[in-house]
């Protein structure tokens, strides 16, 4: 009896040690769980091909940084990292906030609070609010080490281009047609070196010079975010048009943020390539516009007023609408400036395929079609006023809507 009841404290005695111990080790997962969540959810990011991913955690708040390159929609992107640090990486009842960068610079933010009494299973996509606010907890991302950094890597995109006129009455139309690879580098935060190389396919009445192999867009620029959420780039160099010089772009948006202010400058002169043979003009003009723009977020659809003083002197007023949908964009424009008849047309921008990843290998240059194509149709066939340029390869109507708040909450909840 006595061995008996031996047995059984010994039994009693290794069960309550290992309750014990049980009871020690679950009340320090969680400690655990929360100090290696963020980092296991960075690594697993990393993976995925995101860069400059980072984070850091205060006593209010989780915040993640990270860079969109192994998608080519931002909207998409954006929404595949959501769903990781929703599944992985938040931090119990504290709120989280995800900083997207663009080049290294900061572009909005998307902030989820939980609910008294929400677990992170029950987080959903469309509990992330999205914005321009950064929050306070900004300042001390500048303080720890990103992952896979984007800084000297090399894309090289082909711009395909098409023109068309319709001048000769006695031919539909005088087509050309390019494809313009384009090598794109970071070589430090917010600086983008792109050299552009126009191999004409295709030349039918576009003079003797599109014939030849020559350089399309050389420049350099310089993006940036001031206090007040002042979004800026500066861009030297040649650009289309016969273009070369310097091009400052800023927008401005207000608290509401459906609403921006919009500025443009050029300090521009003419140049041409003859093979690769630059002919410039050391005239120098003076361009700008200044405008405001309104987003309508139940349809994705922006307006735009500008008045602008074009490459040729003349003043006028441009008015825009454009529409924006996943895969493309599409818009229409009117014109009216001193000395010229009114004129007007439409644009569109298509996403180019392939849609899938293309995220990189190390520092292995990454070849690919540039991210979308466009067409702006002149209707009323104005040859010589309303001329503009465009200061990089990459700017469009795609890409300057690609952050809009309002645009990427609407492509989390519809994805």
């Not at 049980?22 to 990011?45: H, R």
């Not at 861009?235 to 401005?252: A, L």
């Not at 459906?258 to 690769?276: K, N």
């Not at 890409?399 to 708040?405: D, G, H, I, R, T």
């Amino acid at each position: 009896m006595r061995y008996k009841n031996s047995n059984i404290r010994k039994c009693l005695t290794t069960k309550t040690i290992a309750q014990c111990a049980a009871f020690f080790l679950f009340c320090l997962l969680p400690l655990k769980g929360v100090c290696q969540t963020g980092e296991s959810t960075v690594n697993t990011l990393v993976e995925m091909g995101f860069e400059n991913v980072g984070w850091t955690e205060d006593e209010k708040e989780r915040v993640y940084v990270l860079q969109n390159s192994a998608y080519r929609l931002q909207g998409v992107g954006i929404g595949k990292a959501i769903d990781v640090i929703q599944k992985m990486g938040l931090p119990g009842e504290k709120p989280c906030r995800v900083i997207v960068l663009d080049n290294n610079i900061p572009q909005i933010s998307l902030y989820y609070h939980p609910v008294k009494g929400d677990t992170t299973a029950v987080a959903e996509r469309k509990d992330w609010n999205v914005s321009y606010d950064l929050g306070d907890t900004w300042k001390q991302t500048g303080k720890i080490k990103k992952k896979n950094s984007s800084l000297f890597k090399v894309d090289i995109l082909v711009y395909p281009q098409l023109a068309f006129k319709n001048l000769v009455i006695n031919q539909i139309y005088q087509v050309l047609f390019d494809l313009s690879p384009a090598i794109e580098v970071s070589l430090w935060k917010g600086m983008k070196l792109t050299g552009q190389l126009k191999i004409p396919i295709y030349n039918d009445g576009y003079g003797i010079y599109e014939d030849k192999v020559h350089p399309g867009h050389l420049t350099i620029s310089q993006s940036f975010r001031l206090p007040y959420d002042i979004f800026g780039k500066v861009t030297v160099g040649y650009f289309n048009t016969d273009r070369y010089g310097f091009d400052i772009d800023i927008v401005r948006p207000f608290k509401d943020e459906r609403f921006a202010a919009l500025l443009r400058l050029g300090y521009t002169g003419i140049g041409y390539w003859d093979s690769f043979k630059l002919h410039y003009d050391p005239t120098m003009t003076f361009t700008w516009s200044v405008g405001a723009s309104f987003f309508w977020p139940r349809y994705n659809t922006q307006f735009i007023v500008r008045a602008h003083k074009f490459l040729y002197e003349e003043k006028g007023v441009k008015a825009e609408m454009i529409r924006h949908f996943r895969y493309c964009s599409i818009g229409f424009y009117l014109m009216k400036a001193e000395q010229a008849k009114a004129n007007g047309g439409f644009r569109f921008q298509v996403l180019l395929p392939p849609y899938n990843k293309y995220k990189r290998h190390k520092y292995i240059p990454r070849i690919n079609t540039s991210a979308n194509m466009g067409i702006i149709y002149n209707s009323g066939n104005e040859r010589y006023y309303y001329k503009e340029y465009k200061a990089e390869a990459s700017d469009n109507i795609m890409e300057e809507n690609s952050f809009n708040p309002y645009f990427i909450k609407s492509e989390l909840l519809n994805f």
